[in-house]
């Protein structure tokens, strides 16, 4: 398996997608050594929700190797550390017509650590309810998703994301829907679960300003490349 260097390690990672010549991220090399608030950011089109996706392994690297705990993306085991994880995509709108609940919605961040078909115990009703409350939504938890308007939706995800505490958060954009105002409320209480809970959280944005002064490293990708690597705290370094 190699030497360990941390919680991810991304080292050489090139992705291309089906029916594409060129390599949508190309040479991306990093590892994250602990917990913390990493943020990921460039233009459109520079491989920011790519790489998202690869760390997660949505995405298989043709080239060099992603590992989480130590376990490499591609294995059959990763299936195991996938349930440590949680990830609200970009596009995680609802349309009008859906009518699952808020709270259904968020009781749907609890499947991977249940059976099929077990019911959700008082227990993690609370943990429904408490995750409402993290992200101020307590009052729409009985209105259906679908008649929200996207900022309430965006939180409604973030809730689900949370709401089993995992140990690895994949964000893709989760500031595109939320008001202004808000946005530094959000970047706020990210800081808080990462600290409290002892997290990793990738937060993909082409808006650093909701993390300035947050974030423990910033990383900066162009046309696919790794551009630019800022760390603030001793969280994140090139392995060797």
Known sequence: MGTFRGVLEVNNVWVRYSGSGKPAIR????????????????PNG???????????GLLKPFKGYVRLLGVDTRSWTFTRIRRLCSYVPQD?????????????????GLAPSKYPFEPI?????????????LLGIEDLLDKPIGKLSGGQQQRVFIARALVRRPK???LDEPFSSIDRESRGWLAKLLRWYVDSA????LVVSHDVSPLNGLADAIIELRDGVLS??????????SPT
């Open 27 to 42: 040479g991306v090399t990093f590892a994250v050594k602990t917990h913390g608030l990493v943020l990921i950011t460039g």
């Open 121 to 133: 115990s008082s227990n993690e009703l609370w943990m429904v309810e408490e995750a409402s409350k």
């Open 228 to 237: 630019r690597v800022r760390c603030f705290r001793e969280c994140l370094s």
């Open 46 to 56: 520079a491989g920011k929700t790519t790489l998202l996706e690869t760390c997660l």
């Open 168 to 170: 690895f958060l994949f």
């Open 198 to 201: 002892k997290a990793l959280a």
């Open 92 to 108: 995680f709108m609802k349309p009008p017509h859906e009518s699952f609940t808020v709270r259904q919605v968020i009781a749907m």
